[in-house]
């Protein structure tokens, strides 16, 4: 008896670039497109970057550190990035009563256009790059992605070239924060100065929101957001193009540590990868305020 082939979901490539399956051909032009309302919150970051966590500390924001009436306001709203099946067609018909705390992973060509007219606020999180192609690996092997991603080796040299999913971390990160770091409708946070800094972070996004909290609030949003709760509560369905017997949930937080990718980086990989980074990181502002360890 020989082994079965391995199967893996694949990608959806929409103009030379790779999304996820669940990503449609007409997505990237709709989502550019997008209505926004100018109480809008786009919380956007690459993949494994925080994300889910900054969504939930946004949505508790804004409802003061009131977990009950986050998960009563947010609970029922879509999972996942906008990007995702027809979810920025489910957020449109939203009410207007309050603010719309919406998730994506769009690069820059393809977040809805009339962010950069002012309209809405977008929170940016920047994750360590290192930390970002381990995490990245730990999730698209999980979830059978591609064959490409299914070891460690391949999926770092993966990460470094421009087709990768969701293109690579410079690819992505760059082109906002060089081109839109003084808007004011930009705040840019690092996973590094969130994790070091939590309560600090939680004032300067509610301040850029302009929705100021008292000291008690403040620390209510600390404890509803800490990644012990995050963790424990932060589970959602395993996303598929068809429904399955016994659905399937998991993790979306696994480690949420910094220095994480010392366990997979190999001495060679790490010389490689810092030659890199310098190279394509030189002159860039950004450099000053990425952390690879504590």
Partial sequence: MTDQPKTYQGVNVINGFKWPRHVYDDTPDNIHNFEVREDDVFVLAYIKAGTHWTQELVRNIVCEGNKDNAKEDYGSDPKGPIEFGDNYKKYDSFSTEKPRVMMTHARVDVLPKQVFEGKGKVVFVIRNPKDSAVSCWHFLSERRMLEEYEEWDSCFEASLKADVLYGNWFDFNLPYYENHRDKKNFLFLTYEEMKLDHKGCVV????????????????????????????????????????????????????????????RFTVAQNERFDAIYNQRMEGSALAKRIVFET
């Fill in 204 to 263: 300067r996004i509610s301040d850029f929101l302009s929705r100021p909290l008292s000291e008690e609030q403040v620390d209510k949003v600390v404890q509803n957001t800490s990644f012990s709760n995050m963790k424990a509560n932060n589970r959602v369905p395993f996303f598929q193009l068809k429904k399955e017997k016994g659905e399937r949930t998991y993790a979306l937080l696994r480690k949420g540590v910094i220095g994480d990718w010392k366990t």
